[in-house]
């Protein structure tokens, strides 16, 4: 038995959830921790995705709830004694996790890409950008923690009822609890999202300046694509972080990925190495972009660039 | 304000990493560096501390090597280190480190904690939340930025679509991002002197921490790579090889 740790964002559940539950229910594992204020059309969504019984923590006004939440899961635990509960590889989860982690004083395996439940759990994770794939078995008692990477199984629907709601009491954490939400901004954002576009265009540090990143955003207007950036341009202050495509930001699974400027830096492949098509344009013969790339173009994004837009644009 | 930074010392990343294949261990070399990513915690920890008149020290788990990683961080102007050096530590788990690390610092009661949100080479990314259960206080993770204010720490916390804006009272935990604030460049003099710095070095055995591993490697094997794909020089007719691409994609 194992259960999936689901954290609402924006009044939903996170997809990144929805798509470990497209993969466990196939397991037989349909219970869900949901993490959030919670509402009939949530729960909606985790029964069509496969959920049959949902333990709801919802954090008190004001706190940020996760070292509640880790003393309540750890009730649970103690009740139910599942085998292995199952996290995406985000911040929230991250913070629960880790905390849940110590109160079990039980391991845990992060950035993991596959899981196997069957038996004795298994996690399979990248390493070195991706070049190597590791099979790591859980031992001793569970339950065993497994943090998950985002994409790494697509959320399908299985078009499941409404599932059984269970609400579970928020134990007072103490000092550790005192975090306290005092407000929230999200940043505006134009065009498709990064996680569903059907083509990006990803630009870095070649493209020389912030102005340099309006050859991106040009680019991507008549492929109707998102825009991506390396963690150095946002570093830089170019783009905001919610654009950064890699280990700490987003992983995407485009049809085209067009990598502009960019080296290819192991914490970005990870991000993006399983599009369906790479194509890269770097003026160094050598850059690690080139290796995933189904198509490399030597050459420079200020050359290359401005004659790709004017030809699309006058299509 | 008693600060601590959790600091790691990493392989360089500008040389290829490799595994120990009898123990699937990350081979550590004796050179090692200061991970790029604790520089920021580094540079936090000294801004809360020249504001508050403060103390930082630093903490880290691993072999010694020859301390240049540490150096690193005390020429920026770190006051002391406690180091966690052992043996039996080899290939321990996030858990066990934060077991070590939560506590050598118990015992100095720090007002603030500093770490990283996760390492350049185990990029486990959870150390920091475990480090603040052991200790029992709450943390504010993912800063993008800090303020202190008396004794309530106040950070931008970095979300999927933006940030929240979160606080808590000390003592506490804060995990930083790249980029919250420019890690500064040590000083001549600054080296000069993280040579006299204290640098205090324990086993697991002092904190009473014994190592237990419940997780076994039981593979590793080379990814599927991709099929080879073609690179051309562009002569000026780059763009066109592009839009047949995109063309074979059928996005255009
Ligand atoms: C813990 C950790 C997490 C990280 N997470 C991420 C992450 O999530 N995402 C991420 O992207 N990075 C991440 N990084 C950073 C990563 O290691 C690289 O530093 C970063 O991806 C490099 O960005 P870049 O490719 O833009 O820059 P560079 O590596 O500097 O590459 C610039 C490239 O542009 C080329 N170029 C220069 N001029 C031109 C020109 N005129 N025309 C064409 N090409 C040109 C150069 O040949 C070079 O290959 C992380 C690092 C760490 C330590
Ligand atoms: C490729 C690889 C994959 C691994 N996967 C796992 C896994 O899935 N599960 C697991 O339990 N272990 C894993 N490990 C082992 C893990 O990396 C080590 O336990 C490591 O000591 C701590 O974890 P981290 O570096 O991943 O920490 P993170 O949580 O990524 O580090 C965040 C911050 O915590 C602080 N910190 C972390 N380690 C230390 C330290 N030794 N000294 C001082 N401060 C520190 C730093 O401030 C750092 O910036 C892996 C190791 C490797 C090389």
New interface residues.
């Given amino acids: 038995m194992a259960w999936i740790f689901i954290e609402e ?2 009044g939903a559940p996170a997809v990144v959830g929805l798509e470990i539950l497209s993969k466990t229910r196939t397991e037989g594992a349909t219970t869900v921790l949901y993490f959030g204020k919670g509402s009939d059309a949530a729960f909606a969504t985790l029964g069509e995705f496969g959920a049959t019984d949902v333990f709801h923590l919802v954090p008190s006004d004001g706190s ?1 709830g ?2 509640a939440a ?1 003393a309540a899961i750890s009730d649970l635990v103690a009740q139910h004694q599942p085998d292995a509960i199952l996290f995406g ?3 929230t989860d ?2 629960v ?3 849940l ?3 079990l ?7 993991g890409i596959d899981v196997s439940l069957d038996g004795s759990v ?1 996690v399979t994770t ?3 950008g ?11 008692p569970g339950p065993h923690l497994v ?1 998950i990477r985002p994409k790494s199984f697509p959320a399908e629907s299985a078009g499941g009822g409404a599932p059984t709601v269970t609400t579970v009491p928020m134990p007072d954490a ?14 505006k954002t134009e065009g498709p999202k990064l996680e569903e576009a ?2 990006i265009v990803a630009g870095g540090r070649g493209l020389g300046s912030v102005e340099g990143f309006e050859l991106v955003e040009r680019l991507a207007a ?2 109707k694509a998102a825009t991506g950036a390396t ?1 150095a341009i ?2 830089a202050g170019w783009v905001p ?2 654009k950064q495509v890699g ?2 930001g ?1 992983t995407v699974k485009p ?2 990925y ?1 990598a502009c400027g960019l080296s290819g830096a192991m914490q970005h492949l990870v991000g993006m ?1 399983d599009s ?4 890269a ?1 770097n003026k160094d ?1 050598e850059a690690p972009i ?1 290796a ?9 994004v200020h ?3 401005p ?2 837009i004017e ?2 644009e006058n ?1 | 304000m008693k600060i601590a930074v959790c600091v790691k010392q990493i392989p360089d990343p500008a040389s290829p990493y490799q595994l120990d294949p009898a123990t699937y261990n990350l081979v550590r070399p004796t050179e090692q560096v200061l991970d790029d990513t604790d520089r920021y915690g580094v540079e936090v920890g000294l801004q809360i501390a020249g504001e508050t008149e403060g103390t930082v020290t630093l903490v880290s788990m691993g072999p010694s090597g020859n301390l240049n990683g540490i150096r690193q961080a005390l020429a920026m102007g770190a006051d002391g280190a406690i180091l966690i050096d052992d043996e039996a530590l080899k290939g321990s788990d996030s858990l066990t480190t934060a077991k070590i690390l939560a506590a050598a610092m118990a015992p100095e009661s720090f007002d603030i904690v500093i770490a990283g949100t996760e390492s350049t080479d185990g990029y486990s990314g959870v150390v920091p939340q475990q480090i603040a259960e052991l200790l029992g206080v709450p943390a504010l993770t993912y800063a993008k930025k800090i303020d202190v204010e008396g004794s309530t720490v106040r950070i931008n916390r970095q979300t999927a679509t933006g940030y929240d804006t979160i606080e808590a009272p000390t003592p506490v935990l804060v995990s930083v991002t790249a980029g919250v604030v420019e890690p500064r460049y040590p000083t001549f003099k600054g080296i000069m002197d993280a040579k006299k710095k204290p640098v205090e070095t324990k086993t697991a055995a002092d904190l009473g921490i014994t190592v237990t591993v419940n997780q076994r490697i039981a593979l590793v094997v080379p990814a599927p790579s991709r099929s080879g794909g073609q690179v051309v020089i562009d002569d000026g007719t780059g763009h066109e090889k592009i839009i047949a691409m995109l063309e074979q994609a059928k996005v255009i």
């Fill in positions: 964002v924006s940020t996760t070292a880790a590889q985000t911040y991250r913070d996790a880790g905390r982690s110590t109160r004083d039980r391991t845990m395996i992060s950035n298994g990248e390493i070195f991706g070049s190597q794939l590791v099979t790591t078995m859980f031992e001793g943090l103490g000092h550790a609890g005192s975090a306290r939400v005092t407000g929230s901004f999200v940043e059907a083509v008549p492929l963690r946002v570093d972080y919610s280990q700490t987003k049809d085209v067009i190495k369906k098509m790479i194509i344009i013969e080139f995933v790339a189904d198509l490399g173009i030597v050459g420079d050359q290359v660039l004659k790709l030809a699309l299509r």
